[in-house]
């Protein structure tokens, strides 16, 4: 074949007059060209990001297998399959069983090939240690690490010692200049973080990336991390202030739901895979990661209806978040709600606190203090009401009851925690005596105080329907929305008051107002009265220290409210539930617009947290009583944009002068151009001032047709 080829390729040369070198592997190309030729050796898709495979890093080798006869063999496959198609998808024709030729019986082990390289890390890493029997633990190995095994050395040499690189600075957005705050937001397939730049009226662009996520975003608590959801698993990004790299994957095929602990050092993802039989049910994979290392510390199967309860909202059935975290920052406790039952893990080993559960017969709902190792919990009324609802609190790890209250008459219960810990508010809704209605009261629980006192606060009206509770930010107040829509009102109360720091008062209520939500500023004292959804986003800013309203304001259809974590800003948006009006707007914390954004299929908006301040409280309060001397530094930079912005405004109003003077020119030389065309319209007449012409009214009569008709008589 190859003679009958360079005959073909000589005739050719000689028709054509070319002359062949004797040797044509002799023929070379200039080096660094390849005249866009990759040749069978080059690499092709380099790019990390490609996610295509390469080698054999999506193979796994599963080993200590049962030995089995021909005969089952079908059945063992079966089993091995089910077990790993939980875990990713298994290629057609990707699992090779070897049999002995002698013995005609399985060799214990065997190859399965996923489809991506995730896929096979993920199985190795959930299998490996599984112990199908008693005699049978999967050791479980990538097909690569056989190359890298046979490569280790016979004699040991001590590893090489890397010199330190300073590793990237996750908080670097903090070191902003003019101590703005950032956002990201979500339009159709881009994401786009920003800088809030209040004083120039606009956003300041950082970055975008289209397709970054596949269906939302979330930063972490602290603003460390952003995080992004795929469908191989999710991923965390942060670091230079424009720049976001990617820090770390987390395999997790086909999550849908991720969670962060308080203190960033653990993520909580969540998928559901549907089971290959149709008589199974659905199995549910929850994860829990280590954000910096990607380590899977612990995961958690079972079926819906396993982690149906404990949530308070989430997908197919499943409430989310399952776990809830407790200890404040320190991420040392999560817990999670059982039939009956209330689990406790703690993080040092990521086991059952005591090595069990707290029984807790027919628990409905359970929190954690914001900042301390508490758990609240309500137990309804059992026995056909012969046994009392009850509120308890329970210290961990002790597992101690630190304070009771039994509840009668109850229909519904939720807990509401204030964020630093001091208050529990319980909103109970009570029967009637004729069990046909229902009424609402507080139980207040004074947590820092000896022996947690409780409080029973009712409103005047104990029909009226409670529409939001909200606590103020660190502080000791609470406003209610009660009545009926679409005008109810709206009652602050305070935990302290003058004469009795140990007693709730009520402070002020507010009359008719058209709100639905409440939502305070981060740093308190400031509060939206909010309208949204189908209240067409009426915004009311109010001031509860001097009880008064700020300012007025109206964003149509607004779906959501977002304050920025100082307390400066606030922003309010209409997502894609609405076709019209997608977008935000950022407003001060007293109401002031400052700029409007309109955004197609906008998704989501989301400020940025921050790490709580180091300064002590009495250091904060020095501050605030040392304003002005602290704020003399930022008055001149103050002025200085304010000149700035003067200039802009300006420099658009001479913009608009010159616009208009050009515009009148150009019809002055129009006037002039038809003037003698108006003169000869005036038979001759010069002038064009109308004071000198005499207006006269001339009748013109004009027979048009005349008929003439005979008329018999």
Known sequence: MTDVLMHEIDATAARLGIDLPPDLDSIRLPPGENCGILSDNDDVGNDVDSEMESGFGNIIVVDNLPVVPIEKFEKLENVIRKIYSQLGVIREDGFFMPLDPETQKTMGYCFIEFNTPQEAELAKEKTHGYKLDRSHIFAVNMFDDFDRFMKVPDQWAPPEIKPYTPGENLQNWLTDVKGRDQFVIRAGNDTEVYWNDARQLKPDFVYKRQYWTESFVQWSPMGTYLATVHRQGAAVWGGATNEFKRLMRY??????????????????????HEATNPRDTNRVVIDIFDVRTGKVMRDFKGTPDDFAIGGSGGVSGVSWPVFKWGGGKDDKYFARMGK?????????????????SIKVENVMDFSWSPTDS????????????????????????????LRQKNLFSVSDCKMYWQSNGEYLAVKVDRYTKTKKSTYTGFELFRIKERDIPIEVLELEN??????????????????????DTPRPDISFYSMRSAHNTGRVSKLITLKGKQANALSWSPSGRFIILAGLKGLNGQLEFYNVDEQETMATQEHFMATDIEWD???RYVATAVTSVHEMENGYIIWTFNGKLLYRVLKDHFLQFLWRPRPASFLTPEQEEEIAKNLKKYSKRYELEDNDVEKQLSEQDRAKRRELKEEWEKWVAEWKQLYEAEKLERQRLRDGEVSDEEEEYEAREVEVEEVISTQEEVLLE
């Open 462 to 483: 104990k029909n009226d329907k409670i529409i939001a509770f909200a606590w103020e930010p660190k502080g000791h107040r609470f406003a209610i929305i009660h009545g």
């Open 340 to 356: 009956s039952a209330i689990s406790v893990y703690e993080t040092e080993t990521f086991s059952l606190v005591d090595k069990k």
């Open 565 to 567: 974590p100082t307390g």
């Open 251 to 272: 395999a997790h095929p086909q999550v849908r739901l991720i969670d962060f602990s308080p203190g960033e050092k653990y993520l909580v993802t969540y998928s559901t």
């Open 374 to 401: 508490i758990l609240a919990l309500f137990v309804p009324e059992l026995g056909g009401g012969n046994q009392p609802a009850r509120v308890s609190l329970v210290q961990i790890p002790s597992k101690e009851e």
